[in-house]
């Protein structure tokens, strides 16, 4: 069946640091999502990538769909305190018919003033 | 305004005291779906239903039971709560099964 593999699993920066998550699936994927929950708080979707090599932004957050659409990114430029939270992907997978969405096992940012 | 709303937020129950959690979506999505959420174990997959009287297990339906018989509603029932069920719980819904969730607030479990 289909593994999601999310790393870091946690990730301390400082503040102004970079900081990436990435997802990694053992299977193509259709389409990956990228989540954010803030601490005590409730994912809130991001973005959907759809296509082979894929690339969009969102101010200081780029994300990226591999070529072969089996990994994908979440790249912060120049981390703030309101970064703080985990990052979910949520990935989906069509595999003869039967459709397969599952959720990476997040990667928890902290900031470090 | 669009929103998922999950009831109660908090409850804790003694082991075996059979409990509901409902959820209520207002977008006329099709797709629902209960999560629940373990540290280190992320957001695992509980049941979902893709519309009206449709429903399926996810990786984790052990010892949880839902319904769909509106499309607004989609409750969580625990027959028999055990502690192993203590988590964070969270209902989502969805124009369709791919398409991007929205998340209600949650509700926090504790099951002695």
């Known amino acids: 069946g289909q593994q999601v593999m999310q790393i870091p699993q946690y990730q301390h920066v400082q503040e102004g640091e970079d900081f990436t998550t990435y997802c990694n699936s053992s299977?193509?994927?259709?389409?990956i999502q990228w989540y954010k929950q803030r601490p005590g708080g409730h994912p809130v979707f991001l973005i959907q990538l759809v296509k082979s090599g894929e690339v969009k932004k969102q101010k200081r957050l780029t994300f990226q769909f591999g070529e072969a659409k089996k990994n994908s990114s979440l790249h912060i430029t120049a981390t703030q305190t309101t970064d703080v939270g985990t990052y979910f992907c949520r990935n989906h997978s069509t595999n003869f018919g039967n459709e397969k969405l599952t959720f990476g096992t997040g990667t928890r940012l902290t900031i470090i003033p | 305004e669009a929103q998922v709303t999950q009831n109660p937020r908090y409850l804790i129950t003694v082991t075996g005291k059979k409990l509901t959690v409902t959820c209520s979506q207002n977008m006329n999505h099709e797709y629902m779906s209960w999560y629940r959420q373990d540290p280190g174990l992320g957001l695992r997959q509980i049941y979902y239903?893709?519309?009206?009287?449709?429903?399926d297990k996810g990786d984790v339906p052990e010892g949880y039971k839902v319904s769909r018989k509106e499309k607004r509603n989609f409750p969580l029932i625990l027959e028999s709560p055990s502690p192993n069920q203590t988590s964070l719980y969270f209902c989502?819904?969805?124009?369709?099964?791919?398409?991007?969730?929205?998340f209600g607030n949650g509700t926090r479990l504790t099951v002695t």
């Open positions: 989502a819904s969805s124009r369709g099964g791919g398409s991007p969730l929205h």
């Open positions: 299977t193509t994927l259709s389409n």
């Open positions: 239903s893709m519309n009206v009287e449709v429903t």
